[in-house]
């Protein structure tokens, strides 16, 4: 009985200390060197989930210090590194308000995911999020859910130097249907740029899958074309 008593106890023990060596373990947030307009430069790391970021970043300088906030408009360059050696590079763009039919007042962040001389294909990072309407119950209850998502533009500049939505890609467990992904993008290209599309994805036998790996997939194949 009493070895028992031991064997319990040291088995709490390991168990509690394991749980507060975890605790105490802090996951460094993401390295930034970030360049203003004016050319000045500041190295540091990232303080914001830069898919929920609105008009402003927030960096330190120490890995725990003080938050620190810049305007995105006020950005020449964003350099980030990432915990598993991942680099990303963002730059301020302004993108074309397909609703009122004009350019956007204020810059987003955007990373360059595909490049060549007439089309260039930008991501940036946004926020999925759902709410439910209040659920009679004891209580009345709204669940939101939230998910980083990235929204994905194009500039084709044989059409034109704005900026343009192409599709957005929202993590799911069920991958949406090739027809489903289609028909989203349909009306963001031309009727002949988008028959080419769908003629050399069938050709090639594109799945829902390469898509969602690449979705400037899209324009690797238009770029052919042009």
Known sequence: MKKSV???????????????ATAKEKVQPPQVTLTLADGTVFKGFLRCNLHAVDKKIYVSRDADGKSESYKIEDLKELSVTYSNGEKMTFSPIYVWDGF???????????????SSDNITGYMTPGMYIKSTTPVPSNYFQSYTTQRNAWVYYKRIKSESDKIKYLYTYIPSKKTPSLKKILRDVKNNFSKEDFKYIEQIFAAEGVTAEDIIKKPWLFLEVLDKKK
């Open 100 to 114: 009122y039919k004009k350019m956007s007042k204020t810059p987003v962040l955007a990373s360059v995911c595909y």
């Open 6 to 20: 031991i064997l319990i106890l040291a088995i709490i023990f390991v168990v509690v200390f394991n749980i507060t």
